[in-house]
């Protein structure tokens, strides 16, 4: 089946300093991907379509300047948290589509806890 | 209002008890129904997807989506513990890999040993 891998699993990082978020679909060619943020117990939450070659496009009350999307070729979508803040900690999940007509629906990475200290 | 509702429960049910999960939605313009499980920080994984209105059967899982009553449901079979996590539902109007999904808050399940 269809393969997002998503790395790092885990981060922990300093109050000010960036970290990057990679996302990889690894069987499949993925022109869009997506971020999605999910607090505890909550649902996801659409961040952003990252599409390939283009910007991305951000959902509302999203600061494109402090969540960075990159999305350089049909396989890789990166999300750079720049001067991270503590409220910036939360679960982050990529996601892309691959489908068949047995088999529609979204593949997620397995996400990515960022604590920011 | 939002687009999709979903009761985060919990829900906390006997192994062997037959599970069923809803959601409802208000845009008409939703034709691609699937439901996700996600386990505690992981992310989700897709478990059933239908089009349009009917039925779908896969194991011990049965979708139904009722598009005149804007309603699906997820229904599990002889639950098991390890079907303890939040079952997510999510729709979408286009068959496109552009089109957003929108999810409803998820239904977190316990099945009770």
């Known amino acids: 089946g269809a393969v997002v891998s998503q790395h790092p699993s885990r981060v922990i990082c300093k109050s000010g300093t960036s970290v990057k978020i990679e996302c990889r679909s690894l069987?499949?060619?993925?022109?869009?991907m997506f971020w999605y943020r999910q607090f505890p117990k909550q649902s996801l939450m659409l961040m952003a379509t990252?599409?390939?070659?283009?910007?991305?496009?951000?959902e509302q009350g999203v600061e494109k300047d402090k969540f960075l999307i990159n999305h350089a070729s049909l396989t890789l979508s990166t999300l750079t948290v720049t001067s991270a803040h503590p409220e910036d900690s939360s679960f982050y999940i990529c996601?892309?589509?691959?489908?068949?007509?047995?088999?529609?629906?979204?593949?997620f990475g397995s996400g990515t806890r960022l604590t920011v200290v | 209002q939002k687009e999709v509702e979903q009761d985060p429960g919990p829900l906390s049910v006997p192994e062997g008890a037959i599970v069923s999960l809803n959601c409802t939605y208000s845009?008409?313009?939703?034709?691609?129904f699937m439901w996700y499980r996600q386990y505690s920080r992981k992310g989700p994984e897709l478990l059933m997807y239908?089009?349009?209105?009917g039925n779908k059967e896969d194991g011990r899982f049965t979708a139904q989506v009722d598009k005149s009553s804007k309603y699906i449901s997820l229904f599990i079979r002889d639950s098991q513990p390890s079907d303890s996590a939040t079952y997510l539902c999510?729709?979408?109007?286009?068959?496109?890999?552009?089109?957003?999904?929108?999810f409803g808050s998820g239904t977190r399940l316990s099945i009770r040993p």
């Open positions: 990252s599409n390939e070659g283009s910007k991305a496009t951000y």
């Open positions: 845009n008409s313009a939703f034709q691609y």
């Open positions: 996601s892309a589509l691959k489908w068949d007509r047995a088999n529609y629906g979204y593949t």
């Open positions: 999510a729709m979408s109007s286009s068959y496109s890999s552009a089109s957003k999904i929108i």
């Open positions: 069987d499949f060619q993925a022109t869009t």
């Open positions: 239908t089009y349009s209105s």
